[in-house]
């Protein structure tokens, strides 16, 4: 079951770059898509999610960008920092349908540099 | 800020034995999940929990495994007779609603299995 994919297992950025995390699906039903954090020994933090009737949202530092057509979205970190080193998770939902779970894919782990 | 909290941290049983994994949600909260992710795949759904009721859950989730909100802060996984492949991380997570809200996440249980 490969319906959310993060085609990317690592990523490293100096501190103060942008960070760029990619996230694909294949499943046309989802409508909100969420990015959590997680630290070793910890579970996975919410970071900052958009529904399908969006294309970006902005939180502080993190943006989220959502491309239907291509079903594909993406996590911008800027500036990164070192306290964003982490696994990053990208999870998806079919909140119309009822729905309760969220499908995840298996992570990007980022590495910012100092 | 309110955090779900699971115990315990770590968990060690013999196979063939029962395990109970303890969960405190946020306290408003109102629907319940377990996930669980076995060392290097994704994040699995595993069962959602509303109103004392199971609402959805996966393939995973057989006979072996049973949920339970014994009162008005726990929220419980058990499961009856532990194989191996049991071994894992085990999330709690809760929402107030249902929609566009994110899941929040406890920090896990490891299930290990001897």
């Known amino acids: 079951d490969q319906q959310v994919k993060q085609n990317s297992p690592s990523l490293s950025v100096q501190e103060g770059r942008i960070s760029i995390l990619n996230c694909d699906y294949t499943?046309?039903?989802?409508?909100?898509f969420l990015w959590y954090k997680k630290y070793p020994a910890e579970g996975p933090t919410f970071l900052i999610s958009i529904s399908s009737i969006k294309d970006k949202n902005e939180d502080g530092r993190f943006t989220v960008f959502l491309n239907k057509s291509a079903k594909h979205l993406s996590l911008h970190i800027v500036p990164s920092q070192p306290g964003d080193s982490a696994v990053y998770f990208c999870a998806a939902d079919h909140t119309q349908g009822g729905s309760e779970k969220l499908v995840f894919g298996k992570g990007t782990k980022l590495t910012v540099n100092p | 800020e309110p955090e779900v909290t699971q115990t315990p941290s770590h968990q060690v049983t013999q196979m063939g034995q029962e395990v109970i994994l303890r969960c405190v949600p946020i306290s408003n909260h109102l629907y319940f999940y377990w996930y669980r992710q076995i060392l290097g795949q994704k994040v699995e759904f595993l069962v959602s929990f509303y109103n004392n009721e199971i609402s959805e859950k996966s393939e995973i989730f057989d006979d072996q495994f049973s949920v339970e909100r014994p009162d008005g802060s726990n929220f419980t996984l058990k499961i009856r007779s532990t194989k191996l492949e049991d071994s894992a991380m085990y999330f709690c997570a809760s929402t107030q609603g249902r929609g566009l809200e994110p899941q929040h996440f406890g920090d896990g249980t490891r299930l290990s299995i001897l």
């Open positions: 499943n046309s039903m989802f409508d909100y």
